[in-house]
C-alpha cells in the first residue's frame, strides 16, 4: 500500500473504519500515490482524496463499466495480460460497450470527465490499489458488485503484483479467519469445496464421520427457511443478528418462532435475550488462546492476559462438552491442538506451526510448509507465462438500481454506516466512555434540511416501507441532496434496521442495508418526547 | 409475501462448480533493491563498516554503544530537539546528533568524550531543573549516568498558572537563585487522557505522531517560543473542541508520562498503580480486520491500559480510539464490577 502509485476506495471510508491501514494509504499518498474515493458521502476519507466520485447510491457497476469501458476504448488496457491470463475479455468488452461516459454521468451523477479521468489515471498507473469495503457488499447485488471491480483489475493487470492488487478490507477482526475455516455454507476449512468428494473424503476419514455432501444456507438462506418453516433450531454464537439484520421487525418475528435458539456471547445481547438457552463464553481476544486472520491473510495469536468472569467458558470448552453430550468425545483440547488439526487438513495452513506464528509475528496463507514464508500478496501465478492453473475469468454485470426504489412516497435515499469511535451494533464500544460520540442523529444534507423546513436538532419521523422511527436531525455538508445517513451502533435509541430492507444478494446473502428509501415528516409540536424511538406501524 | 420467499432456499440459486484451493503460483517478494555502499568509520579508534544511508546512532547501537535519546523513536522522523544522543565528529565545530547525522565515509566519531559527557549532563539538568522527571524512569537513569545535579540551579520556582496565557516571546527573568520551570496545572478536558504538561520536555514526539508521522489528525503542535514554547490545541482549547480523534499515539510515544491514559493517572493518584503486579499480553485487537496488535497491561486480574509494540509493521505502535480504550466491555462483565 505504501509503493503503490494509484489507490482507489470504492465504498470504503477506511479513514474512521480501518484506521490503521488509513495510515499505511496516508503513507503512500505522502510518497506520491494519488487517492480516488468513490463515496456517495464525502466522508473524512474523501477529503484527503486528490479526487473525490459521490455516486448515486447503488449506482457502482454503472460507474465501474464505465471506467471499463472508456479504458478500452482508449486503448489503455492490458493487452498481454488480458491475453495471458484471464478469459472472457470479448464478451466484457460487449457487455460495457453501452457504458458510455455520457450514460454513466445519467446513471451515476459522477461528471464524465471524472469517470474519464479515474479510468486513465487508474489504467496508466505503474501500480494501483483497488480496496473496497461496505459500501460494494452490502447491496442486493453484492457479488456483482465486486466482479465489476475485479473486471476492472484483470483489465488493467493491476493484480498479483507489488503494490497492485484488489482488497476487500474486512471488517472484524477475524471474519476472514471464519470463513478459511469453513465458517461458510460451502466450504470446509482453508476453503476446500464441501461438494467436492476427493475433498471431503479426506475430512471423514480425519474426522470418522461422513461430512454432508451438499452445501449450506448462509445466513438469509436460514431467515428464509424460518419463513417456510423448514428451520427450526439456531445456535448463534458471537454476533447479534436481532440487531444487525435488516428488517429488524421480520427478523424479530422469525427469532422468536423458532422452536430451539441458543446464543453463545460474551455479553447479554438483545438476541441473547430471546435465546431459551444462553452461554456466556469468554472474550476470545483475551480470555483464551488461539488465532485471528486479518483482512491481508495474516494469521497472528490471540492470547490469554486475564480470566473470563466466574461461569463464562472458553469457545472450546463448551463446544468440546456440547459434542460430549452428543456423542463424540473429543477429549481435552488446547487451542494449538485444534491448529494443529487444521494444518494437517488445510493446505494452505500448513506451515504455520505457532513456533512459527510466535517466531515471524504471524504469517500470511498460503503457507504450505514450514520452510515456506507466507506470501505478501495472492495470485502471482497469473504472471507466469503460460499461466498457472485456470485463467482469471472476467464477468458480465450489469447495473440494476437499489430494490427499495425511490418515488414520490420515499424521495430520500438512506445509507447506512459507521463511525470512528464506535463498532457494529455497539455491543463492545458502548461500555466506553468516548468523548467523540454524539447521541445518534438523522445526517442530512443542509439543502434538504431548507426544502423541509428543519431545523437543526429538530425531532422528525423517519419511515420506510416497512417501519418509521424518530430521530433528530443534523445537517452535515458532505452530504448531496437527496442522501441521508444513519449508523447502526445505538440500535436500543435508534433502531436503524427497523428501516432497512431485507432484499439480499443471492450469491453472497448479504442485505441491501445501504439503500433504503425514506420519507422524512415534520412531528407535531408534543413537549417532552422522549429519546426513544418507538415503533410504529408501518404506513 | 414477495415471490423469493415461495421458493425453497435450499434449492434456490445456481450450485456454484465445486472449486478447489488455486495453484500454487511463484513466492511472491517485494522487489529488492542493489546492495548500497558500505561506509567504514572509525568510532572511538574502533573501524566499523555500515551500509549507506545508516544514521550514527544506528551504527553506534549496531556495535553496542548504548547511546542515549529523548525526542528519537524508531517509527517517528527525527527532529534533533533534545540534544542528548551529540557525539564528537572529527572536523565539525559542533557536536552532533547521532539520531539523524547520516555516517559518511572516513568519520572519526568519538562517544565517550569529556565534552560530549558534559554537554549531555547539561541537557539532562536543564531538563529535571525545569520539568517534573519524576515519571520519567528514562531521565532518571541518564541523570545518575551522567552525575546530573539539577539542584545546583535552586529550589524550583513556583508553577506560573497556565503558560497558555503567556505572551509569545515574553520572559520573566529570574534573580537566578531559583530555577524557572514549566510547572502548570494537569489538564483533564475529557474521559480518556490527562496531560500534565508540567512534565513535558518538549520533544516533539506527540506532534509528530499526531501529525504527519502516523495519525495525520494535527490537532496539537508547538506554540509559543523559548522558554514559553509548549505544546497546545489550536488556541489552547480544551481537547473535545479540538480535531483529536483520541487514537492515544500521542501517549503512545511520550517519554515523561506527561501524557497520561485516565485509567493509570487515577490509579496513580489513588496509589494503586504497581508496576511490579502487572504482566504484559500480546493480542490482536477486537476490532476491525486490519490486525493490530495490542498489548494488555493487567494488574490484579483488570487491564490497566493497552499499547502496542512498535516492532510490528501493521502498527508500528500506533492503535485507533477503539483498540486503545474500548476494551471496557470484557470488564463490566466480572461480578461486582461496577457498570460504568
Redesign the interface.
Known amino acids: 500500500m505504501e509503493?503503490t502509485d494509484l489507490v482507489i476506495l470504492w465504498g470504503s471510508n477506511a479513514r474512521e473504519?480501518?484506521?490503521?491501514?488509513f495510515?499505511h494509504v496516508?503513507k503512500g499518498v505522502?510518497k506520491g500515490a494519488r487517492l480516488y474515493v468513490v463515496d456517495p458521502r464525502r466522508t473524512s476519507s474523501a477529503r484527503?482524496a486528490d479526487v473525490w466520485l459521490g455516486l448515486d447510491v447503488g449506482s457502482d457497476i454503472a460507474l465501474a463499466n464505465a471506467i471499463g469501458s472508456e479504458i478500452i476504448a482508449a486503448g489503455l488496457q492490458n493487452r498481454a495480460f488480458i491475453e495471458n491470463a484471464t478469459s472472457d475479455f470479448g464478451a466484457y468488452r460487449e457487455a460495457v460497450q453501452p457504458y458510455t461516459l455520457e450514460n454513466a454521468e445519467k446513471l451515476t451523477g459522477v461528471p464524465a470527465s471524472v469517470i474519464r479521468e479515474l479510468a486513465h489515471a487508474y489504467a496508466r498507473a505503474d501500480r494501483a490499489q483497488l480496496c473496497w469495503t461496505l459500501g460494494i457488499t452490502e447491496h442486493h447485488n453484492a457479488v456483482d458488485n465486486v466482479l465489476a471491480l475485479i473486471n476492472l483489475a484483470l483489465l488493467t493487470g493491476h493484480v498479483?503484483r507489488?503494490g497492485s492488487g484488489v482488497n476487500p478490507?474486512?471488517?472484524?477482526?477475524?471474519?476472514?479467519g471464519g470463513g478459511d475455516m469453513g465458517a461458510l455454507p460451502?466450504r470446509l476449512p482453508?476453503?476446500?469445496?464441501v461438494?467436492?468428494a476427493e475433498?471431503r473424503a479426506k475430512f471423514d476419514k480425519a474426522w470418522n464421520v461422513k461430512v454432508p455432501p451438499?452445501?449450506g444456507?448462509h445466513l438469509s438462506?436460514?431467515f428464509?427457511?424460518m419463513?417456510?418453516g423448514?428451520f427450526h433450531a439456531l445456535y448463534v454464537i458471537g454476533e447479534n443478528p436481532l440487531q444487525s439484520e435488516a428488517d429488524q421487525r421480520r427478523c424479530e418475528r422469525l427469532l422468536r418462532g423458532l422452536e430451539f435458539l441458543v446464543v453463545q456471547d460474551?455479553?447479554l445481547t438483545p438476541t441473547g435475550e430471546l435465546a431459551h438457552v444462553v452461554l456466556p463464553a469468554a472474550?476470545?481476544?483475551?480470555?483464551s488462546e488461539g488465532t485471528?486472520?486479518?483482512?491481508?491473510r495474516?494469521v497472528?495469536?490471540?492470547?490469554?492476559?486475564?480470566?473470563p468472569?466466574?461461569g463464562?467458558r472458553d469457545d472450546i470448552e463448551i463446544l468440546s462438552d456440547l459434542a460430549g453430550r452428543l456423542g463424540h468425545h473429543w477429549g481435552r483440547l488446547t487451542a494449538e491442538d485444534i491448529w494443529n488439526e487444521v494444518r494437517r487438513l488445510s493446505?494452505?495452513h500448513a506451515g504455520m506451526s505457532y513456533a512459527r506464528l510466535e517466531a515471524l509475528?504471524?504469517i500470511q496463507w498460503?503457507c504450505?510448509d514450514e520452510s515456506?514464508?507466507g506470501?505478501?500478496?495472492l495470485?502471482?501465478?497469473?504472471?507466469?507465462r503460460p499461466v498457472?492453473?485456470?485463467r482469471a475469468q472476467f464477468s458480465v454485470v450489469e447495473f440494476e438500481p437499489p430494490v427499495d426504489a425511490l418515488d414520490e412516497t420515499y424521495p430520500i435515499r438512506l445509507t447506512t454506516g459507521r463511525r470512528?469511535?464506535?463498532?457494529n451494533t455497539g455491543?463492545?464500544?458502548?461500555?466506553?466512555?468516548?468523548?467523540?460520540r454524539e447521541p445518534e442523529r438523522l445526517d442530512l444534507s443542509p439543502e434538504d434540511g431548507a426544502r423541509y423546513g428543519l431545523t437543526e436538532g429538530e425531532r422528525v419521523r423517519v419511515s420506510s416501507r416497512r417501519a418509521s422511527v424518530e430521530v433528530q436531525v443534523r445537517f452535515d455538508p458532505s452530504l448531496r441532496p437527496g442522501l441521508a445517513f444513519l449508523t447502526i451502533h445505538f440500535q436500543d435509541v435508534v433502531a436503524t434496521n427497523l428501516l432497512t430492507i431485507d432484499a439480499t444478494d443471492?450469491?453472497s446473502g448479504t442485505a441491501e442495508f445501504k439503500a433504503t428509501a425514506i420519507r422524512i415528516d415534520k412531528l407535531a409540536e408534543r413537549p417532552g418526547a422522549q429519546g426513544r424511538a418507538r415503533l410504529q406501524p408501518a404506513p | 409475501?414477495d415471490q423469493?420467499?415461495q421458493?425453497?432456499?435450499?434449492l434456490?440459486?445456481q450450485?456454484?462448480p465445486?472449486?478447489?484451493?488455486?495453484?500454487?503460483?511463484?513466492?511472491?517478494?517485494?522487489?529488492t533493491f542493489p546492495p548500497r555502499r558500505q561506509l567504514s568509520l572509525t568510532v572511538n579508534g574502533r573501524k566499523v563498516s555500515v551500509a549507506e544511508g545508516t544514521t550514527l546512532l544506528e551504527a553506534l547501537r549496531g556495535i553496542g554503544i548504548d547511546t542515549p535519546t529523548l525526542c528519537y523513536l524508531e517509527t517517528l522522523t527525527p527532529v534533533n530537539v533534545c540534544r542528548i544522543c551529540v557525539v564528537e565528529v572529527e572536523g565539525s565545530r559542533t557536536l552532533v546528533p547521532a539520531c539523524s547525522r547520516k555516517v559518511e565515509e572516513g568519520m572519526v566519531v568519538k562517544t565517550d568524550t569529556e565534552r560530549v559527557r558534559l554537554s549531555r549532563r547539561l541537557v539532562v539538568e536543564f531538563l529535571a531543573s525545569s520539568v517534573d522527571v519524576s515519571t520519567s524512569p528514562q531521565i532518571q537513569a541518564y541523570m545518575n549516568r551522567y552525575g546530573a545535579r539539577p539542584q545546583r540551579f535552586g529550589p524550583a520556582s513556583p508553577p506560573a498558572g497556565h503558560r497558555d496565557a503567556a505572551r509569545a516571546g515574553y520572559h520573566e527573568a529570574t534573580d537566578g537563585s531559583r530555577a524557572a520551570t514549566v510547572g502548570q496545572p494537569v489538564k483533564k478536558d475529557?474521559?480518556?487522557y490527562y496531560r500534565d504538561y508540567g512534565k513535558c520536555i518538549l520533544c516533539y514526539k506527540c506532534v509528530e505522531a499526531c501529525g504527519?508521522d502516523?495519525?495525520?489528525t494535527f490537532a496539537i503542535a508547538v506554540a509559543g517560543h523559548g522558554f514559553e514554547a509548549r505544546i497546545s490545541t489550536e488556541h489552547a482549547i480544551p481537547?473535545?473542541e479540538s480535531a483529536?480523534?483520541?487514537?492515544g499515539n500521542c501517549i503512545g510515544v511520550c517519554p515523561t508520562g506527561a501524557l497520561m491514559f485516565a485509567s493509570e493517572y487515577e490509579m496513580r493518584q489513588s496509589g494503586t498503580w504497581d508496576e511490579s503486579r502487572q504482566?504484559q499480553?500480546?493480542?490482536?485487537?477486537?476490532?476491525?480486520?486490519?490486525?493490530?496488535?495490542t498489548t494488555?497491561h493487567?494488574q490484579d486480574?483488570?487491564?490497566v491500559k493497552v499499547t502496542s509494540p512498535l516492532?510490528?509493521d501493521?502498527?508500528?505502535g500506533?492503535?485507533?480510539?477503539?483498540?486503545r480504550?474500548?476494551?471496557?466491555?470484557?470488564?463490566?462483565?466480572?461480578?461486582g464490577s461496577e457498570r460504568?
Open positions: 509503493d473504519t480501518h484506521p490503521i491501514f495510515h496516508l505522502r484527503w498479483g507489488y478490507l474486512r471488517g472484524q477482526n477475524n471474519v476472514q460451502d482453508g476453503f476446500q469445496h461438494e467436492n475433498l451438499k452445501k444456507l438462506g436460514m428464509e427457511a419463513e417456510l423448514k460474551i455479553l472474550a476470545g481476544w483475551c480470555e485471528v486472520t486479518s483482512s491481508e495474516r497472528q495469536r490471540v492470547r490469554k492476559a486475564v480470566d468472569p466466574v463464562a493446505p494452505v509475528g504471524g498460503p504450505y515456506h514464508p506470501e505478501l500478496f495470485h502471482s501465478r497469473l504472471w507466469q498457472v492453473g485456470p470512528l469511535d464506535s463498532f455491543v463492545q464500544t458502548s461500555r466506553y466512555r468516548s468523548p467523540l443471492p450469491k | 409475501m423469493r420467499d421458493k425453497d432456499p435450499w434456490s440459486h450450485p456454484r465445486p472449486v478447489i484451493p488455486t495453484p500454487r503460483g511463484p513466492v511472491p517478494v517485494p522487489p475529557n474521559e480518556l504527519t502516523a495519525q495525520n481537547l473535545p483529536c480523534v483520541y487514537c504482566t499480553t500480546d493480542t490482536i485487537c477486537p476490532y476491525c480486520g486490519v490486525g493490530c496488535t494488555l493487567v486480574g483488570k487491564i516492532d510490528k501493521v502498527t508500528r500506533h492503535l485507533c480510539v477503539k483498540g480504550f474500548g476494551w471496557q466491555f470484557v470488564q463490566i462483565r466480572d461480578p460504568r
